[in-house]
């Protein structure tokens, strides 16, 4: 089965660092995003790990490990539209050559100031 | 460019009712998703497309129908509507996996439906 975990709620000060967690237990891994979700909007791309380490993308960076099936998403300077959720998908490879994302339930970030 | 758009953005069903919604793309993209979002879980695919003319269940198809006469227009059907299917349902669409850059999935504005 497919398995994804992350906190439910965070709560940070503007101008602050936060770390999301995202662990996942899957089979077929091939690669793992984070998405933004702002109240009663669609999710956006955030950012993409497929190899193990560090992207970072202006204030957003994202950690992958697969060994361990970990990733974090971290953001700096935190800016009262950060107040989001943030969803962790992992793609997993099916076995009729489909990819297919699963989500976990996604983080809600409060920043207050 | 609009990206992905989704008509209606919310509806009223009562329990038995019948409705599509529609979810366009200009992107030429050849992928397409339909997933649904309720409170407390992820994102769920309900059907997807992998291009013109073909269709695949998803984990909840149940309940759905779907067809993709168009690359660019993918629609969502439901027969008979249930309470249990009162969500808000997203679109997206992709690349294909043979393309050389990420297939990074694209979403609409959503389609909040109730019913009762």
């Known amino acids: 089965g497919q398995n994804i975990d992350q906190p439910t709620e965070m709560t940070a000060t503007e101008g602050a660092i936060v770390q999301i967690n995202c662990t996942y237990q899957t089979s077929g891994f091939n690669g793992l995003f984070w998405y933004q979700q702002h109240a009663g909007e669609a999710p956006t791309f955030l950012s993409y790990?497929?190899?193990?380490g560090l992207e970072e993308k202006g204030r957003f960076s994202s950690f992958l490990s697969r060994s361990k099936g970990y990733s974090y998403l971290l953001l700096k300077e935190l800016q009262m539209k950060d107040s989001a959720s943030y969803l962790c998908a992992v793609r997993v490879l099916m076995n009729t050559g489909f990819q297919k994302l699963v989500f976990g339930t996604g983080t809600r970030l409060l920043v207050s100031p | 460019n609009a990206g992905v758009t989704q008509t209606p953005k919310f509806r009223v069903l009562k329990t038995g009712q019948s409705m599509t919604l529609l979810c366009a793309q200009d992107?030429?993209?050849?992928?397409m998703y339909w997933y649904r979002q309720d409170p407390g879980m992820g994102l769920r695919l309900i059907h997807y497309s992998v291009g013109e003319g073909t269709t695949a269940k998803g984990e909840v198809p149940d309940g759905y129908n779907v067809s993709r006469l168009k690359k660019q227009n993918f629609l969502l059907g439901l027969e008979s509507a249930a309470p249990s299917q009162t969500s808000v349902y997203f679109c997206a669409s992709s690349y294909s996996i043979g393309r050389a850059s990420q297939e990074t999935q694209y979403f609409g504005p959503g389609t909040r439906l109730l019913v009762l």
């Open positions: 790990n497929v190899l193990d």
């Open positions: 992107m030429n993209h050849e992928y």
